[in-house]
């Protein structure tokens, strides 16, 4: 679950303004899918040694975004669904080669098949000015699913 939030915190900072005066925020259109990847790092043990040498992983993932409902008063407040997909973890140290934990495994198998499933849930996010003012998320997602908050 860890994971998941830094995933969507990573995601979101990358789309909140925080400017003074007027913000604008994230400007989509309502009949498009916009397809993005993003990929990151996580060392664990980045204060002892080199770079090369690291322990971690690297996540990476699609990640299709789609405005859902923007205010028609146009007031830059919007409503957007944020779904990941094709989610792959590996070694962020490739030299390890034959001792990689990760070596032969699926992302399944090195993050469990329960959080995988709930990374590739959508999310839906409540964009104001373009700052994240709420986050939504269900276990199971269709128009009339009751949402529950993750933050």
Not at 2 to 31: E, M, P, Q, R, W
Not at 128 to 143: A, E, N, Q
Request: aromatic share 8%; hydrophobic share 40%.
């Amino acid at each position: 679950m860890i994971l998941l939030a830094v995933l969507f915190l990573c995601f979101i900072s990358s789309y909140s303004a925080s400017v003074k005066g007027h913000t604008t925020g994230l400007s989509l259109n309502n009949d498009r899918l916009y397809k993005l990847t993003y990929s990151t790092e996580v060392l664990l043990d980045r204060g002892k040694g080199k770079l090369q040498d690291s322990v971690g992983y690297r996540i990476s993932s699609n990640v299709d975004v789609v405005l859902l409902w923007r205010n028609p008063d146009g007031d830059d407040d919007q409503l957007i669904q944020i779904t990941m997909k094709d989610v792959n973890v590996e070694n962020v140290n490739q030299q390890r080669g034959e001792k990689s934990i990760f070596k032969g495994k699926n992302p399944p198998k090195i993050i469990r098949k329960e959080n995988l499933e709930a990374l590739q849930r959508p999310v839906l996010l409540h964009l104001i000015h373009g700052k994240v003012k709420v986050i939504l998320g269900s276990t199971s997602f269709s128009p009339t699913s009751n949402f529950f908050f993750l933050l």
